[in-house]
């Protein structure tokens, strides 16, 4: 009797282990099942996005000739009788974003250069994660002081300067991505073995001529990715110029003017005055549609950038 139980207890043993090994595999087989969901998330949201920009902008454009909102000067939507050119917008956009650049490039970059090449270990753990912090604060915060502190400032300089520029945005803008193209580049030319360093030191280079002949051309294309999407973030950001730029739909020149730009725009239609399936409410559609080309271009040069001029080191 004590044998038969001895038996039943391995079957038993047997099964339950063969039970949990069938749990096991079938466990196995959907855990990539359920990842591969989790990861097409991001796929299908981006298609939905696209979708509705699309089918909504088809709507502005059955209304609106394509070529008068790409060519035309004039943006007068709540006007009798109204036009939609975009291209007001996008002078204000690709304004504000070149002084950005002109702002963010020099100081970002020799940032970048100090830490990597110049700063000691303990002032780089210091100074590195404070100048990160700019890229932490919100940016409607950004936008405030864009519009209380730095425009009363520039005013002492540019008498003529109005109350809502796209210069004072433009300024704040830079200093908002600095973080990026400083952390990014410092991260790049970090990169670069010191064997390389060590060999321009010992043909007689100076630090200096090891810096700008050996790891900035060594570190070249995450440099310049890092600005392709300092610049992207600029293009695509909102409160600052909505708040220090105003809304007038200006296509000139005069950066001490004030000038409206797409996100900025796109904010304004939003705030409620638009009614829903009117030309107006879709002008926005079209308006993000633009803003979405122009980001999308932007992040795929920095993705060929990267990849062309990739240096791979053992």
């Known amino acids: 009797m004590s044998e ?20 096991n595999r079938k466990l196995e087989k959907s855990i990539p099942v359920l990842l591969f969901l989790i990861a097409s998330l ?7 996005i696209v979708y509705i920009l699309v089918s909504e902008s088809f709507h502005f454009f059955k209304e609106v000739s394509i070529v008068s909102f790409f060519t035309g000067t ?7 009788n109204p036009q939609f050119g975009v291209l007001p917008l996008l002078m204000g956009t690709l304004t504000s974003t ?3 650049i002109l702002v963010a490039l020099p100081i970002g970059l020799m940032s970048a250069i100090y830490l990597s090449e110049y700063a000691p270990n303990n002032v ?12 932490g604060i919100p940016t409607i915060v950004y936008g405030f002081f864009a519009f209380t502190f730095v425009t009363p400032l520039l005013k002492y300089v540019i008498p003529g300067l109005d109350a809502t520029n796209i210069l004072s945005p433009g300024i704040v803008m830079g200093i908002m991505i600095i973080p990026m193209i400083a952390s990014l ?21 100076t630090k200096l001529e090891v810096v700008f002949k050996v790891i900035i051309p060594a570190a070249l294309s995450g440099i310049i990715a890092s600005i392709v999407l ?32 797409m996100t900025a725009y796109i904010v304004e239609v939003t705030g409620g005055d638009a009614p829903a399936g009117s030309t107006i409410y879709y002008s926005l559609y079209a308006v993000a549609m633009t803003l979405f080309i122009f980001t999308l271009l932007m992040n795929l040069s920095a993705t060929y950038i990267a990849k062309k001029w990739k240096e791979e080191y053992e």
């Not at 991001?42 to 939905?48: E, K």
């Not at 780089?124 to 890229?135: D, F, S």
């Open 74 to 80: 004039v943006l007068k939507p709540l006007s009798q």
């Open 4 to 23: 038969k139980k001895k038996k039943q207890n391995v079957r038993q043993l047997i099964e339950e282990k063969n039970k949990s090994q069938n749990f």
């Open 42 to 48: 991001s796929v299908l949201t981006t298609i939905g």
């Open 124 to 135: 780089r753990k210091i100074c590195k994660p404070i100048l990160e912090v700019l890229a």
């Open 185 to 205: 580049s410092e991260d790049a030319m970090t990169a670069v073995p010191n064997s390389m360093r060590e060999g321009a030191l010992a043909m007689g280079s």
């Open 98 to 100: 070149f002084i950005a």
């Open 230 to 261: 300092a610049i992207s973030r600029a293009i695509g950001e909102t409160m600052i110029v909505t708040i220090a730029s105003g809304s007038s739909k200006n296509f000139t020149f005069d950066i001490t003017q004030s000038m409206q730009t």
